[in-house]
Structures are given as C-alpha cells and as structure tokens.
C-alpha cells in the first residue's frame, strides 16, 4: 500500500473560522464569551444558550469536485450561530445585529489559510469566490435570546487527488 499524507483541510478551515471568531474585538475588548465548533444541530444548541454572546461555526456539508488539471476544488458549508440575550426587543435586535457584523468582519479579515478562490472545469466559466455569504436569519423564539444564522461557505482547492 502506498504511504499517504492527510491534510485535513477541511478541519483547518472550521478552526480558522473559529478562531478568527474567538479573537474578535471591539476597542480591545473580546466580542464573544465563547466560540466553538459544532457538528450536528443538537450539539450546537446546546452550545448557545450558555453566556451572553455565544457563537457556534456548525459544520453543514463538506463537498469535492474536480477542478482544471489533477486539482481538485471543495467547499465547507458552515451555518454561524449568535446568540445574545437582552432586556429587551430593540436590545436584542440591535446586539445580534452588532455580532453578526463582527463575525463577517472576523472572518474577512481573518480568512481561512486554505480559503481559495475557484472555477469549475465541468461548469467552464463558474467563478466561486472564496467566502462566499449567505442571507442572514434571525429567530427570537426563544425569549429574552436572539439568534441570528450566517451561513458560509468556504471553498478550497488541493492540488491533487491524494493531497486532502
């Protein structure tokens, strides 16, 4: 059997998400109490509803495609979870509204190591940013907490089919 090397890529690019959320400050003051890596929505859940300002980086799907030449491109579909818990509506609405900035804020200026980028060999022409940013949800069914929901996802690409 030949000898391989794994990577791990797509868990490199889950960790920098969170990290780049967990290092996140505002006039050097730490905007999440805690930030983690989730992989199934119990889990995440269960995560939130701890502190103050919660973030989760949930884990949604990770897919592979193949790419010019021997390369390869992926993506990790991630679902960003903040919670805030106020007093009130408008201190809900206005809070969570600030950590999602922050997040994406975080996050672009911290992008993944391996984020990258990519167009598609089968779909001539596709161009795929690497971050690329989905709509935003907001649930406060949980009262007095408010989450909002950023879903992202992250594409990469390894240079060979053995390179994961």
Avoid at 85 to 105: H, Q, T, W, Y
Avoid at 107 to 117: D, G, I, K, L, S
Avoid at 146 to 152: A, C, N, V, Y
Wanted: glycine letters at 4%; a negative charge; aromatic letters at 6%.
């Amino acid at each position: 059997m030949a000898e391989i090397t794994i990577a791990n890529v797509e868990w490199e690019i889950l960790e920098d998400v969170q990290q780049a959320i967990a290092a996140a400050t505002i006039s050097t003051v730490k905007v999440f109490d805690s930030a983690t890596v989730c992989v199934s929505q119990n889990a995440a859940e269960d995560a939130l509803y701890v502190e103050q300002n919660v973030c989760v980086v949930l884990c949604n799907e990770i897919s592979e495609a193949h790419a010019v030449g021997l390369e390869r491109q992926g993506s990790v579909s991630i679902s960003i979870l903040v919670a805030y818990k106020g007093d009130s509506n408008e201190d809900r609405i206005e809070n969570i509204l600030r950590l999602i900035a922050a997040v994406r804020n975080a996050v672009e200026e911290t992008p993944p190591a391996n984020a990258r980028a990519v167009s598609s060999e089968e779909q001539f022409g596709e161009f795929r940013e690497r971050l690329e940013w989905g709509e935003i949800e907001l649930s406060d069914d949980r009262d007095p907490w408010i989450i909002g929901t950023i879903p992202l996802v992250v594409n990469f690409q390894v240079s060979s089919r053995t390179s994961h």
